[in-house]
């Protein structure tokens, strides 16, 4: 079997959405009397779900990860005030851009190569008395979190964040991951285990850090906060200001809308069941590549993958192009560097700043050059993944 053309292997199969999905949101706009579209009921009904998926009191529903990096930024920086914030060289480029945004120092740590997460040795050697925050970032689906985390955090009152936009339904102890730290973020982008078109959410147990992050949702509008003493404390405070127009911050429109919350609705109702098969797919594709030549030794507990990942057991770069040239010529779509590109300090909008420093992250700097990560989704069939495996285990 050769995956042709019409057997294409893109990185997300086009049926995420599908129809009884697109069904719902005909039939949410056929009502007789034009429902509200903006940030309205559907919003709140999916917080409250998604809220009670994940195991926490509140979400703000957005219109996308990197807004919800952006709001959780804005929160810190408004109610903890600055510092530095660990952060992993393998992450998004907004989780980086959220922190210089916001006045924080990033100070970055390599990862390990089994979660592809924070490494806790490599937190250990930075942590100080300036560190206000760990943002730990989920790659691709493997669980980050770890107890000697968890139990530093504690220990040394360091807030702990999740950026679990790759890793939707990951878990650390049959807990979900997103229900750990003070803060979490998803994304619900066309690419990801469940989507909303565009989307993400913002999620805590913390009423403040909720309704400042309704605040900011919306251009930091006080009017938005439900807490009536926060509220109040504004308005007594600014009683020149008309209360519907006080802005509590320079902040951003980032809502969503009632189309995005009926997706996601919709689209929550099969999250469960498509990572199940979405994890089942990884440990085929794991056990049958060749461990002599292939990187097979990733921690698959409470993991949940939309992808997978391959790296060479080698630092072999005439191998990296023997495996990009077989791919393309099977068609099979790929991203190099896996999350985000790899490792963001060597990216211009760092390396400005930091200049050689992306030398001193040796695992970052492994998966940046011989990592990649290939489409995971539910309606593969397991006979294409075989294929995939053999054919990488042939070069
Ligand atoms: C780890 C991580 N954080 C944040 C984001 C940003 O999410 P979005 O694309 O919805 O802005 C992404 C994007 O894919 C991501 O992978």
């Avoid at 504004?234 to 006080?246: A, E, H, R, V």
Wanted: net charge positive; charged share 25%.
């Amino acid at each position: 079997m050769k995956i042709t053309e019409k057997r294409k292997w893109p990185l997300m199969s086009n049926d995420s959405i599908a129809r009884d999905d697109i069904n719902e949101v005909v039939s949410f706009l056929s009502q007789e009397k034009i429902p509200i579209l903006t940030n309205s009921k559907k919003v709140k009904e999916f917080e409250e779900k998604w809220s009670k998926w994940l195991g926490v009191k509140y979400t703000v529903f957005v219109n996308s990860g990197s807004s919800a990096n952006q709001i959780t930024m804005l929160a810190l920086k408004e109610l903890y005030g600055p510092g530095e914030i660990i952060v992993p060289p393998l992450t998004w480029v907004s989780d980086i851009a959220a922190v210089l945004q916001n006045e924080f120092t990033p100070v970055f740590c390599d990862i390990n190569l089994n979660s592809l997460a924070l490494d806790i040795k490599e937190i250990k050697k930075k942590i100080n008395k300036k560190t206000r925050a760990i943002f730990l970032t989920h790659i691709l689906g493997y669980n980050g979190i770890t107890q000697e985390l968890l139990d530093l955090c504690k220990k040394k009152k360091i807030l702990l964040i999740e950026d679990v936009c790759e890793s939707h339904g990951a878990t650390f102890k049959g807990k979900k991951c997103g229900s750990f730290g003070l803060i979490s973020n998803f994304s619900f982008y066309y690419a990801h285990h469940m989507s909303s078109i565009e989307g993400g959410v913002v999620c805590t147990n913390d009423e403040k850090i909720y309704q400042y992050a309704r605040m900011f949702r919306s251009h930091g509008m006080v009017r938005e906060c439900t807490n009536e003493e926060i509220r109040g404390d504004y308005i007594k405070k600014y009683n020149d200001l008309n209360p519907d127009f006080i802005f509590c911050a320079p902040a951003h429109n980032m809502r969503s809308t009632e189309i995005n919350a009926v997706l996601g609705l919709s689209q929550l109702k099969k999250l469960n069941k498509n990572n199940k098969i979405r994890r089942d797919n990884l440990r085929i594709f794991l056990k049958n590549l060749n461990r002599k030549k292939y990187f097979t030794d990733f921690d698959q507990t409470g993991n949940s993958n939309y992808a997978f990942t391959l790296l060479l057991k080698n630092k072999d770069f005439e191998m990296r192009d023997r495996v990009e040239e077989k791919l393309r010529e099977e068609n099979i779509e790929f991203r190099r560097g896996m999350s985000g590109g790899g490792n963001q300090l060597m990216q211009p909008y760092l390396k400005k700043l930091f200049s050689n420093e992306y030398l001193n992250y040796p695992n970052a700097n492994y998966v940046h050059h011989f990592g990649w990560y290939i489409g995971n989704y539910p309606d593969l069939e397991k006979d294409k993944i075989l294929y995939l495996c053999k054919i990488l285990n042939s070069l």
